[in-house]
DNA sequence: ATAGTAAATAGTAATCATTCCTATTATTAT
DNA sequence: ATAATAATAGGAATGATTACTATTTACTAT
């Protein structure tokens, strides 16, 4: 793989982003950089780059966002904000139990906690 | 909410089908009992079912699957062949943790575990 | 440094799932 | 049965993503 000004900048961008950003996002911020950039381009570099394991694909609902953070992990949801929050769980019980109960053999697992975060804490 | 043939038949189809169907599945099957339904009446349909509590929506991935049970589980994806099997974890202890650690009220718990399944037992 | 090559890009077209639009049909209250 | 209007069928529109291709760019060997 080749480098480009365009695929290093994609990775720059998502990596110093904690937002979860979305491709389009991605997209409008290099645009300040590199303003002929297409989108074609973001689409294809973000996939290259999940592809190398550089970065994560999330599917948060029916958005789809990008994760510099490639370490398994967990996430809360914000449904006042929209805001996707890291957060660390393990889950070995629960891939124990798997095996156990129905034969599955688990290599990970998502968790995704839904509620409202601190920003709107009731006074 | 007035009744329709189209409706009843898209909400039994759901409600016994436990592979979490999509929605061109849920339309294919239709056709054959009312060939001439629309895919855009399956999409209204499966909808207001929604709204009114009746199905939920599931996003595996970038599909989207509708599940006709509507209590609060959990589910195995395989990856060897697709499936999403139910299953039924108590999420109290995360809920109780990301209140103290984050301050975040949490609602629902989403939770995914991803391997290959029984049927695929090595030998 | 120069030239050859193949990878990567920009711009645009195509695809796919889903939603929107509207003339017609079906359901329900009277 | 009739009137009112919710729901549908069929097709157009939308939005996100992928595919296509002529041109540009990065790397390699001279
Ligand atoms: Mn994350
Ligand atoms: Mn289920
Ligand atoms: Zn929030
Ligand atoms: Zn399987």
């Known amino acids: 793989m080749r ?7 994609i990775r720059e961008i998502v ?6 950003p979305t491709a ?10 590199i303003p002929n950039i297409s989108l074609g381009t973001v689409y294809r570099n973000l996939k290259q ?15 789809v966002r990008y994760d510099w953070n490639v370490e398994s992990h967990d996430h809360l949801k914000c449904t006042e904000c929209g805001d996707l ?3 660390h769980f393990k889950h070995d019980k629960f891939k124990s139990i798997v095996k156990r109960k129905f034969k599955f053999d688990a290599n990970s697992v998502e968790m995704k906690i839904i509620g409202t ?3 709107h804490a009731k006074k």
Request: aromatic content about 10%; glycine content about 4%; some cysteine.
């Open 24 to 33: 389009d996002w991605i997209f409008k911020q290099t645009k300040k950089i």
């Open 15 to 20: 990596t110093r982003t904690n937002s979860h």
């Open 49 to 63: 780059l999940e592809e190398k394991g550089e970065i994560d694909t999330i599917y948060d609902g029916n958005i």
């Open 85 to 87: 929050i890291d957060i």
């Open 117 to 119: 975060c601190s920003k």
């Open 3 to 9: 480098y480009s000004q365009q695929r290093q900048l």
